[in-house]
């Protein structure tokens, strides 16, 4: 990662670590859970070289961005609040958004709360998902799928940490990229972190150095920054009820593996496919579904989405 600036700013009361690189219209890259700023090591490199400023936080509660310690301080208000200090201290009145998993539906909450900061969005793994004013979304999704659902799973404060904790960070957090499975992720029984796989290789897409950089950052963390943000979404919910039957009016284009969890669970195939997304989205311009490709998408199909993200931004 030869010649990304590193530094520390300081937005809404925290201090946030940013790695940046290139000049030009800004970039924005938001990561998901379990990941960091290096998560989009592969598309700052491509973008900066086309001539645009890539700019990558480790968001709120990872790597090294302060991480408070309150569950209520990962409300979707919280992290959004960072992102628009972010945007004001980068001294520009928009930028073009790029987000994935968690980062992406953050990056949905940014585009409805403040449109006017985002020139147009490319999102990864996670569509905009409708507020339901009838039911929580975990109360849903416990419904559906079960106690062992992972976000019903994730919910009770220390219990998820402590099952982790049982493996070396460097195994979990392997586990946790490399897994292809399609469909909703039910956890073991006997515990988050029970009876992971050891033995398997790692893909072509996953070094062992990027392994060991991600294992750094979350032996020193832990996970409960970022699974904070999990247990905000019932919260998020109530937080959100002035935006019932809100659209979102930004440019998006829609990149997703066929073998995505995300994708393969929930009705979110139907719902993208339906037009129903298309209906709450009305400016969705393009919706791209990889073949043989799983969740982790920007790092493991990296070029492919470099190369979408550019033919999108280019138009704006």
Avoid at 6 to 15: A, P, S, W
Avoid at 90 to 108: E, F, S
Avoid at 135 to 146: C, E, H, L, N, T
Avoid at 180 to 190: A, H, Q, S
């Amino acid at each position: 990662m030869e010649g990304v600036a590193h530094r520390t700013v300081e937005v809404n009361g925290i201090k946030m670590h940013v790695a940046e690189k290139g000049e030009g219209p800004v970039v924005l890259f938001l990561h998901g859970f379990p990941e960091l700023w290096y998560s989009w090591r592969h598309q700052i490199l491509a973008l900066s070289s086309r001539g645009y400023r890539a700019v990558a936080p480790d968001l709120r509660g990872y790597g090294d961005t302060e991480a408070p310690p309150s569950i209520s301080s990962y409300t979707c208000f919280h992290i959004v609040g960072d992102l628009v200090a972010l945007i004001d201290l980068l001294g520009v009145d928009q930028v073009v958004l790029v987000a994935h998993d968690w980062g992406a539906i953050i990056g949905w909450y940014l585009c409805m709360f403040r449109p006017d900061r985002v020139k147009a969005y490319v999102c990864l793994s996670v569509p905009f998902w409708p507020r339901n004013p009838k039911v929580k979304p975990v109360d849903a999704m416990r419904a559906i799928y079960g106690d062992d659902y992972y976000i019903c799973r994730f919910q009770e404060a220390g219990k998820a940490e402590g099952e982790l904790a049982k493996n070396s960070t460097e195994q979990v957090l392997k586990n946790l990229l490399i897994n292809r499975t399609p469909g909703p992720p039910i956890l073991r029984k006997e515990g988050t972190g029970s009876n992971l796989s050891t033995s398997m290789p790692l893909p072509s897409w996953l070094s062992h150095q990027d392994l060991n950089y991600y294992a750094s950052k979350f032996e020193k963390t832990g996970f409960t920054g970022g699974l904070n943000y999990y247990r905000n979404i019932n919260l998020n919910w109530e937080l959100t009820a002035p935006w019932t039957g809100a659209q979102v009016k930004v440019p998006v284009k829609f990149i997703t593996g066929d073998l995505d969890s995300v994708y393969t669970s929930l009705g979110m195939k139907n719902y993208i496919e339906s037009g129903a997304f298309k209906k709450d989205v009305p400016n969705l311009e393009e919706v791209i579904v990889q073949e043989g490709v799983a969740h982790f998408n920007n790092q493991e199909a990296a070029e492919e989405v470099s190369n979408h993200i550019y033919d999108f931004i280019k138009n704006f």
